[in-house]
């Protein structure tokens, strides 16, 4: 490490003084962070002298060795190895928009580098190895932004990246010597759920409950995407008579869209921020605002999906072909021969594993059935129009 920092000082002082004025990268707006533990979990954090990071038990702290540790926010992982003579096993997850999370000295880890998880998704368990640990049982956390733009987050002694935690809206570690209380409020699931849009009525369900109540108009298409960081996915409709975008309390875009397009929803590029977007089969292009995802693919009757089909943490775009029962996906197939006319597709992470799989709603059986199971019987309606997200 200090090697690297000579060789960069080096260069740095070679640069034109109008290159060393540029300012540091922005970070996107903060992630709706929840604490880190199962939702009502009741926490101590201490600041001790290492302010603005905290060290977290449970409360009771004889409780806190083996505590389960869950993600505050949606992102991936892109730090998980062990450094026994030092900080033990090491967490951290990439947020997007520049925001990062780190937890120290744990029992055990979940997730390798790479995983995609979203908030509740389990990622290790509370533990006191290596050898700052001092032996006692607790999660070092810490906070950063990634203010050089390396893709990075420092962290471990005082740097300029770390932040004050935030956690349901409340600050903590501003300064050191401080204690706080703390009750988790990370209640999401890592499970994606089935859903339905009923444009009849305007209202919206899941199973063994209602999301929405009168809210949409027939014509309406649905969609669902999180389109704040915090891990839920909101409701939304296009309404192509108008080419308005709607969520409960909010337009999202006028006019933009055309009578025959179909909605897409997805995070496009991994930031953990979800897109609206559509495909227009008159033409096989895919839109979002500002921009054209894919031209010329896919054809005038096929039917949008889209999903994290590789784990990689960004959205694709496919199709149901219902002439033919194939789904796929630019440049691959994802399934042959499954799905029958009239049946309608969906998208979602069914098992927490980060990957996206396809799945139909059957509305002529009232059924759900993803690759070799049914996920529900006798539940949804004729008419009724299908969602899938972390609805709650």
């Not at 990439?94 to 925001?99: C, D, K």
């Amino acid at each position: 490490m200090s090697r690297w920092r000579i060789r960069l000082g080096v260069v740095v002082a070679a640069l034109p003084a109008v290159l060393l004025t540029l300012p540091m990268p922005e970070a996107a707006a903060r992630p709706d962070f929840q604490a880190p533990f199962q939702c009502g979990t009741a926490l101590r954090a201490e600041s001790f002298a290492h302010a603005p990071a905290v060290d977290i038990f449970r409360d009771p702290t004889s409780a806190t060795e083996g505590a389960q540790l869950v993600a505050p926010a949606p992102g991936v992982v892109n730090q998980s190895y062990s450094n026994p003579a030092g900080a033990g096993n090491i967490i951290q997850i990439n947020h997007g928009g520049g925001w990062f999370t780190t937890y120290l000295h744990l029992q055990s880890r979940a997730v390798g580098a790479g995983t995609r998880v979203v908030r509740g998704t389990p990622i290790g368990r509370v533990g006191h190895t290596g050898e700052t640990s001092n032996g006692v049982s607790h999660v070092h956390f810490e906070m950063a932004v990634d203010r050089n733009g390396d893709g990075q987050a420092e962290w471990g002694y005082p740097n300029n990246e770390r932040t004050t935690p935030v956690f349901n809206g409340v600050t903590y570690g501003q300064a050191n010597s401080q204690s706080y209380r703390i009750t988790s409020r990370n209640c999401g699931t890592a499970v994606d759920e089935i859903g339905v849009f009923r444009p009849s009525t305007g209202d919206w369900f899941s199973p063994g409950r209602t999301v929405a109540t009168n809210w949409g108009e027939p014509g309406d298409r649905p969609f669902a995407a999180d389109l704040n960081r915090d891990g839920i996915d909101e409701i939304g409709v296009f309404r192509a008579s108008t080419s308005d975008w709607f969520t409960p309390g909010r337009t999202l875009y006028s006019n933009w869209g055309e009578p025959g397009d179909l909605p897409v929803a997805g995070d496009f590029n991994g930031d953990g921020l979800d897109e609206v977007g559509v495909f227009r089969p008159s033409t096989g292009d895919w839109f979002t605002p500002g921009r054209t995802l894919a031209s010329n693919w896919g054809e005038p009757r096929d039917l949008p999906v889209v999903g994290d089909w590789d784990d990689d943490g960004a959205d694709e775009i496919g199709v149901f072909r219902p002439s033919t029962g194939d789904w796929f996906t630019p440049g691959r197939t994802l399934a042959s021969n499954w799905g029958e006319p009239g049946d309608l597709p969906v998208a979602g992470d069914w098992n927490a594993d980060g990957a996206d799989e396809i799945a139909v709603f059957r509305s002529s059986t009232k059924t759900w059935h993803r690759l070799g199971a049914v996920m529900r019987s006798n539940w949804g309606e004729p008419g009724d129009l299908p969602i899938a997200g972390n609805l709650s």
